[in-house]
């Protein structure tokens, strides 16, 4: 195996930007969200200029401390590239504006910050509606930015005309099309605090290619204008009181925690009221990090692929306190037989998500990290009046559920690696201080399964979209925003053959992330679907890169400046996961052959209620109702 030499490798001044990795970056987290982010942050305050509509783009970014923004240039919005090449404005060319989306989420999931896509009108805009939309389930605060053809030619069916304003209203916080060269400043500063307050979200601006050639006088920092736009952050104070009195009588609680608790930077707060109360904590997909894997009070992560203690005990739980969660499908299962038993705190800053999906006893709209912190204040109170609920009983059930039904899996009786050998070795030997990013399906699955997340900001994954092509360009993104930190991508075969292309990118602007392909040679949860529930009707799910080696991923890693690597025995695990490690000037590929038959367990199967859970094939828990 031969690596490029720098003559393959564009050498940039761009990628002298990003640092060799060291080992790790324990110190950093995320940055929380909150509603009081300055729409014009007072590091820059330029003076006013006589400038373009696209100079005044580019200037409002700049004055917004934009460091990184991903896109493709086209003809609607060439006139903002021209004085984005003097701008102290990374912009990293990706080779597909899909690509700029999921990096622009990747990054601000990584870092807390807002990320920044561009895109041209038509296609380039429209290629944007997947990551706009896989950001507004995700609550990912980003803002889009298109071009747009010209005013006069708007409802014509003009060349590469689409009406990307009407296409993204339902997947948008918010979206604008500017109309004068005049409102660039004051739209960009209320994009970009839209997206990052309240509940974060996706916000599209659009721009005619007219207005950004318009002269214009550039001022900063404008007048917000969003009457209305008032996000709760303090939660009213009966509601937390009464919340506390329910923790402290329940014999059956569970936190249900949610990914809001992450955004809301809220993580140690959430760990002192689990301490506080001794209540079990459960963590969605989203929330992975957000309470310490390891933690004994943890029990895992609920829903379809959840472990059998977490299903469980939201299943019979008296009390469910829900922080910064939804309710959704995957992890309620069947809707009208989840948690009967259970009252509901259902506390979120988003009022339209209360009362959903499941009626809430206790209502209380607010931000997760001042929630938390006024829920610890007024469970102490209720535990200096002697209120304090017995929970051992409780714990006994769940420990005896934790030691009986683990987290494990079989060998392939084949002989073939075994993937999730692969991917718990990988989080072994890497460390809880990376970033780990996933696509979707059951390498998905079996990265939140068995890799420990100990820390926040260390699990990024396309969580309500289930969006396929996601890690490759979100772990660009991540690793541009925090790029003394080791990041790897766990992918699919199928996954990484839809977005592979910016490994490109990658190599060029010099962005050393790290893929694992987990190689089972079909679209693997499709199968796994076949398998159970169309009698092994196998089809269309076989992709051939086993079969026929097409592509064969160490060349297609090589041919895009690349280090490529295989491993397809367990004695070469460990040592090619080091080879990678060792690689921190260059992005690396492994292409880990794995067995085609390894399937995700537990499983609550579509459609199905909790209670009927599946520990493994044809294995369901032995559970005693008489006990709880």
Same mark, same amino acid.
């Given at each position: 195996?031969?690596?490029?030499?720098?003559?393959?490798?564009?050498?940039?001044?761009?990628?002298?930007?990003?640092?060799?990795?060291?080992?790790?970056?324990?110190?950093?987290?995320?940055?929380?969200?909150?509603?009081?982010?300055?729409?014009?942050?007072?590091?820059?305050?330029?003076?006013?200029?006589?400038?373009?509509?696209?100079?005044?783009?580019?200037?409002?970014?700049?004055?917004?401390?934009?460091?990184?923004?991903?896109?493709?240039?086209?003809?609607?919005?060439?006139?903002?590239?021209?004085?984005?090449?003097?701008?102290?404005?990374?912009?990293?060319?990706?080779?597909?504006?899909?690509?700029?989306?999921?990096?622009?989420?990747?990054?601000?999931?990584?870092?807390?910050?807002?990320?920044?896509?561009?895109?041209?009108?038509?296609?380039?805009?429209?290629?944007?509606?997947? !990551?706009?939309?896989?950001?507004?389930?995700?609550?990912?605060?980003?803002?889009?930015?298109?071009?747009?053809?010209?005013?006069?030619?708007?409802?014509?069916?003009?060349?590469?005309?689409?009406?990307?304003?009407?296409?993204?209203?339902?997947?948008?916080?918010?979206?604008?099309?500017?109309?004068?060269?005049?409102?660039?400043?004051?739209?960009?500063?209320?994009?970009?605090?839209?997206?990052?307050?309240?509940?974060?979200?996706?916000?599209?601006?659009?721009?005619?290619?007219?207005?950004?050639?318009?002269?214009?006088?550039?001022?900063?920092?404008?007048?917000?204008?969003?009457?209305?736009?008032?996000?709760?952050?303090?939660?009213?104070?009966?509601?937390?009181?009464?919340?506390?009195?329910?923790?402290?009588?329940?014999?059956?609680?569970?936190?249900?925690?949610?990914?809001?608790?992450?955004?809301?930077?809220?993580?140690?707060?959430?760990?002192?009221?689990?301490?506080?109360?001794?209540?079990?904590?459960?963590?969605?997909?989203?929330?992975?990090?957000?309470? !310490?894997?390891?933690?004994?009070?943890?029990?895992?992560?609920?829903?379809?692929?959840?472990?059998?203690?977490?299903?469980?005990?939201?299943?019979?739980?008296?009390?469910?306190?829900?922080?910064?969660?939804?309710?959704?499908?995957?992890?309620?299962?069947?809707?009208?037989?989840?948690?009967?038993?259970?009252?509901?705190?259902?506390?979120?800053?988003?009022?339209?998500?209360?009362?959903?999906?499941?009626?809430?006893?206790?209502?209380?709209?607010?931000?997760?990290?001042?929630?938390?912190?006024?829920?610890?204040?007024?469970?102490?109170?209720?535990?200096?009046?002697?209120?304090?609920?017995?929970?051992?009983?409780?714990?006994?059930?769940?420990?005896?559920?934790?030691?009986?039904?683990?987290?494990?899996?079989?060998?392939?009786?084949?002989?073939?690696?075994?993937?999730?050998?692969?991917?718990?070795?990988?989080?072994?030997?890497?460390?809880?201080?990376?970033?780990?990013?996933?696509?979707?399906?059951?390498?998905?699955?079996?990265?939140?399964?068995?890799?420990?997340?100990?820390?926040?900001?260390?699990?990024?994954?396309?969580?309500?979209?289930?969006?396929?092509?996601?890690?490759?360009?979100?772990?660009?993104?991540?690793?541009?925003?925090?790029?003394?930190?080791?990041?790897?991508?766990?992918?699919?075969?199928?996954?990484?053959?839809?977005?592979?292309?910016?490994?490109?990118?990658?190599?060029?602007?010099?962005?050393?992330?790290?893929?694992?392909?987990?190689?089972?040679?079909?679209?693997?949860?499709?199968?796994?679907?076949?398998?159970?529930?169309?009698?092994?009707?196998?089809?269309?799910?076989?992709?051939?890169?086993?079969?026929?080696?097409?592509?064969?991923?160490?060349?297609?890693?090589?041919?895009?400046?690349?280090?490529?690597?295989?491993?397809?025995?367990?004695?070469?695990?460990?040592?090619?996961?080091?080879?990678?490690?060792?690689?921190?000037?260059?992005?690396?590929?492994?292409?880990?052959?794995?067995?085609?038959?390894?399937?995700?367990?537990?499983?609550?199967?579509?459609?199905?209620?909790?209670?009927?859970?599946?520990?493994?094939?044809?294995?369901?828990?032995?559970?005693?109702?008489?006990?709880?």
């Amino acid at each position: 195996m031969t690596r490029p030499t720098p003559e393959t490798l564009a050498h940039s001044a761009r990628r002298a930007r990003t640092a060799t990795e060291p080992a790790s970056d324990a110190d950093h987290t995320p940055a929380p969200r909150t509603g009081a982010v300055p729409a014009a942050p007072a590091v820059r305050q330029p003076a006013p200029a006589q400038v373009s509509g696209a100079g005044s783009l580019v200037r409002s970014l700049e004055a917004l401390d934009v460091e990184v923004v991903f896109g493709i240039p086209g003809g609607a919005i060439l006139p903002a590239y021209d004085p984005l090449y003097d701008s102290t404005v990374r912009h990293i060319l990706v080779r597909h504006e899909q690509g700029a989306g999921h990096a622009a989420t990747g990054y601000a999931q990584a870092t807390g910050r807002v990320g920044v896509c561009i895109a041209t009108s038509g296609p380039g805009a429209t290629n944007l509606v997947t !990551p706009i939309a896989d950001a507004y389930m995700d609550s990912v605060p980003m803002v889009a930015i298109t071009g747009q053809v010209a005013r006069p030619s708007i409802g014509t069916d003009a060349f590469q005309e689409a009406d990307i304003q009407g296409i993204t209203l339902p997947i948008t916080k918010h979206n604008f099309l500017v109309q004068t060269a005049e409102e660039i400043p004051q739209v960009l500063a209320e994009a970009f605090h839209l997206a990052s307050t309240g509940r974060p979200g996706p916000v599209l601006v659009d721009i005619p290619k007219d207005v950004l050639q318009a002269p214009t006088t550039f001022s900063w920092p404008p007048t917000l204008d969003l009457p209305g736009y008032r996000p709760t952050l303090h939660p009213h104070g009966k509601q937390i009181r009464e919340a506390a009195r329910l923790m402290s009588t329940a014999r059956r609680p569970v936190l249900y925690v949610g990914g809001g608790v992450l955004k809301a930077g809220a993580t140690e707060g959430l760990r002192k009221l689990a301490e506080l109360t001794g209540i079990p904590v459960v963590t969605t997909l989203m929330a992975l990090g957000a309470f !310490p894997d390891s933690h004994r009070q943890h029990l895992g992560m609920p829903g379809m692929h959840g472990t059998v203690a977490a299903v469980y005990g939201l299943q019979k739980s008296d009390l469910i306190v829900a922080l910064g969660a939804r309710f959704d499908d995957r992890v309620t299962g069947r809707l009208d037989s989840f948690a009967p038993d259970a009252m509901v705190v259902h506390a979120d800053i988003d009022p339209a998500e209360i009362g959903k999906n499941r009626h809430a006893d206790v209502p209380i709209v607010g931000d997760a990290r001042h929630v938390i912190d006024e829920l610890i204040t007024a469970v102490s109170a209720e535990r200096k009046t002697g209120h304090r609920a017995d929970l051992s009983d409780w714990w006994t059930q769940l420990d005896d559920l934790r030691e009986r039904y683990p987290l494990g899996y079989e060998e392939p009786g084949d002989g073939t690696l075994s993937p999730q050998y692969v991917i718990k070795r990988l989080g072994e030997i890497v460390g809880p201080d990376a970033v780990y990013v996933a696509g979707v399906g059951q390498h998905q699955m079996w990265a939140s399964q068995f890799i420990s997340y100990e820390k926040p900001g260390t699990w990024l994954n396309s969580g309500g979209l289930g969006t396929m092509g996601y890690a490759v360009p979100a772990a660009m993104g991540a690793k541009v925003g925090r790029p003394d930190t080791v990041v790897w991508a766990v992918d699919g075969d199928g996954c990484f053959q839809m977005t592979n292309q910016e490994l490109a990118t990658c190599a060029l602007e010099g962005i050393p992330v790290k893929i694992a392909v987990i190689n089972n040679g079909n679209l693997g949860m499709v199968r796994q679907w076949q398998t159970l529930f169309y009698g092994e009707r196998y089809s269309n799910t076989e992709l051939g890169t086993h079969k026929h080696r097409i592509p064969d991923f160490v060349k297609l890693a090589e041919a895009l400046g690349c280090i490529g690597l295989r491993c397809e025995t367990a004695e070469d695990v460990d040592r090619t996961i080091e080879a990678a490690m060792a690689i921190t000037d260059a992005p690396v590929v492994i292409d880990f052959v794995v067995g085609k038959d390894a399937m995700v367990w537990p499983m609550v199967a579509a459609g199905t209620g909790n209670d009927e859970i599946m520990f493994a094939r044809g294995v369901r828990p032995a559970f005693d109702e008489d006990e709880i």
